[in-house]
Each structure stands twice: as structure tokens, then as C-alpha cells.
Nanobody, 124 residues
Framework: QVQLVESGGGSVQAGGSLSLSCAASGHLPSIKCMAWFRQAPGKQREGVAVISRGGGSTYYQDSVRGRFTISQNNAKNTVSLQMNNLKPDDTAVYYC?????????????????WGQGTQVTVSS
């Protein structure tokens, strides 16, 4: 099993920055992909960014590319999301997720473990 704990959510003005962090514990060798998803009220959950735990390659949703950066620490037990130039449309609950698929993507069904979510609110 893998346990995930998110931190770093909060409220910020448009144009500001926030950094989210997700600490993983448990059976870490099973983790191949680490990702961030988000869900706004009344909207579908969408993938934000994903990183390959082994190779470090990344992929971003078009709406956040160039503004957000996903990264992992040296021990590969923590995934972070640096969010810059935040917009009101970024307001959502952000979820950390990990999966065992060798090929990493933002398809939510490929992720087995999920954090409880952290609220990000961006005001204009």
C-alpha cells in the first residue's frame, strides 16, 4: 500500500504563486508515476501534471504548461507542484496520485492511490 499526504494549499491573489507538496509512504517501489489532478465544483476531474518516478520525464495539461512545474525530491518520495501566475480558473481541489503503470499519463484510471486533496483558491 501507498499513503499520500498533501500540503501547501491556500488562498492567493491572481498572479500569485503557491507550492503544493505530496509525501508518499509505504511500498514505494510500486510507484512508477506521480501526478497532480484537480477538480473544480461542478466540473470533471482533470489531470494537471505527471512525472515519471524512474526517468523524471514530465507532461503538463495545456492550460498550465509554462506556469506550473512538477518535480520530485532526490529520494523520490515527495512530489511537488510549483504554481506560478495563478488564475481564478485554477481554483480547485488538488489531488496527489500515484500509479504503477510503466507508461505515465494523465489518465486518472491508471492511478491507484490518491491523497485527500488540498484546496487552492485564486481570487481576482
Amino acid at each position: 500500500q501507498v499513503q499520500l499526504v498533501e500540503s501547501g494549499g491556500g488562498s492567493v491573489q491572481a498572479g500569485g504563486s503557491l507550492s503544493l507538496s505530496c509525501a508518499a509512504s509505504g511500498h514505494l517501489p510500486s510507484i512508477k508515476c506521480m501526478a497532480w489532478f484537480r477538480q473544480a465544483p461542478g466540473k470533471q476531474r482533470e489531470g494537471v501534471a505527471v512525472i515519471s518516478r524512474g526517468g523524471g520525464s514530465t507532461y503538463y495539461q495545456d492550460s498550465v504548461r509554462g506556469r506550473f512545474t512538477i518535480s520530485q525530491n532526490n529520494a523520490k518520495n515527495t512530489v511537488s507542484l510549483q504554481m506560478n501566475n495563478l488564475k481564478p480558473d485554477d481554483t480547485a481541489v488538488y489531488y496527489c496520485a500515484t500509479g504503477s503503470s510503466e507508461y505515465c499519463s494523465l489518465m486518472d484510471w491508471t492511478f491507484s492511490y490518491w491523497g485527500q486533496g488540498t484546496q487552492v483558491t485564486v481570487s481576482s
